[in-house]
C-alpha cells in the first residue's frame, strides 16, 4: 500500500510562473513531510520540511503547505526558474520507533520552461 | 565539507554474481540509511544503522541482501546469488542522529543481466 502518493508524474510551467507539486498521505502518524529535489545521476537533495503541527514552512522561494484534515501537502515554487527542472518527491517520516525511515512518494519531474 | 560518496557508481553483472556496495557517510554522522529506488519508484528503506549496529532490517527484500557497518562509519550492502530484479539505483543515506535531516549519496546503479 502506498502511503504517500504523487498523483501528478509530470509537470511543466513557463520561467517566472508558480510551480504547484501536490502529494497525498494515507498515515496520520506521521510527523514530518520533507521535499527532496533530484537531478539525474545525482542522490536526493533536500528541500524543505515541515511538522505534522504547522500549516506552513517557508524558505526564500518555496512554501510548503500542510492540510492535515484533508492528508495532503503542496510545494509552492515561485518564481519557477529553469533551474528548479527536476524530480520532486515528497516524504514522509514517524519518530520514535526504532527506526526513522523516509517513506517516499513516486516524484513529479517538474520541467521549467524558459 | 564533503558529502556522502558511494562506490562503485555503476555496476553490472550476471546473474548469479555477488556484489557490493560500498558508503562513505558525511563525517559524524551516526545514522546510516540504505534505501532502493527501481525505474519510475521513489526510494524504499531497506536498512537503517545507528552506530554500528542494525537498528532496523525490515526493508531488506529477503536474505540473500545482508548490510555491515562494522566500525560505525562505511557501510557495506551485500547482495549474494544477484537476480534480474535486483537492479535498480541503491541509494544510502546519513544523518547526524536518527532524527536529523537525511542527506543523499549519488547513488550505485546496479544491473543484473
Known amino acids: 500500500d502506498q502511503q504517500v502518493k504523487q498523483n501528478s508524474p509530470s509537470l511543466s510551467v513557463q520561467e517566472g510562473r508558480i510551480s504547484i507539486l501536490n502529494c497525498d498521505y494515507t498515515?496520520?502518524?506521521?510527523?514530518?513531510f520533507l521535499w527532496y529535489k533530484k537531478y539525474p545521476a545525482e542522490g536526493p537533495t533536500f528541500l524543505i520540511s515541515?511538522?505534522?503541527?504547522?500549516d506552513k514552512n517557508e524558505d526564500g522561494r518555496f512554501t510548503v503547505f500542510l492540510n492535515k484534515s484533508a492528508k495532503h501537502l503542496s510545494l509552492h515554487i515561485v518564481p519557477s526558474q529553469p533551474g528548479d527542472s527536476a524530480v520532486y518527491f515528497c516524504?514522509?517520516?514517524?519518530?520514535?520507533?526504532?527506526?526513522?525511515?523516509?517513506?517516499f512518494g513516486t516524484g513529479t519531474l517538474l520541467a521549467v520552461q524558459p | 565539507g564533503a558529502g556522502v560518496s558511494q562506490t562503485p557508481s555503476n555496476k553490472v553483472t550476471e546473474k548469479g554474481k555477488y556484489v557490493e556496495l560500498r558508503c562513505d557517510p558525511i563525517?559524524?554522522?551516526?545514522?546510516l540509511y540504505w534505501y532502493r529506488q527501481s525505474l519510475g519508484q521513489g526510494p524504499e528503506f531497506l536498512i537503517y544503522?545507528?552506530?554500528?549496529?542494525?537498528?532496523?532490517d525490515s526493508g531488506l527484500p529477503n536474505d540473500r541482501f545482508f548490510a555491515v557497518r562494522p566500525e560505525g562509519s562505511v557501510s557495506t550492502l551485500k547482495i549474494q546469488r544477484t537476480e534480474r530484479g535486483d537492479s535498480a539505483v541503491y541509494l544510502c543515506?546519513?544523518?547526524?542522529?536518527?532524527?536529523?535531516?537525511?542527506?543523499f549519496g549519488p547513488g550505485t546503479r546496479l544491473t543484473v543481466l
Open positions: 563525517s559524524g554522522h551516526t545514522a
Open positions: 498515515n496520520s502518524m506521521f510527523d514530518y
Open positions: 544503522f545507528q552506530g554500528t549496529g542494525a537498528a532496523d
Open positions: 543515506a546519513s544523518s547526524r542522529v536518527g532524527t536529523d535531516t537525511q542527506y
Open positions: 516524504a514522509a517520516i514517524t519518530y520514535g520507533g526504532a527506526t526513522n525511515k523516509l517513506i
Open positions: 515541515i511538522s505534522s503541527i504547522k
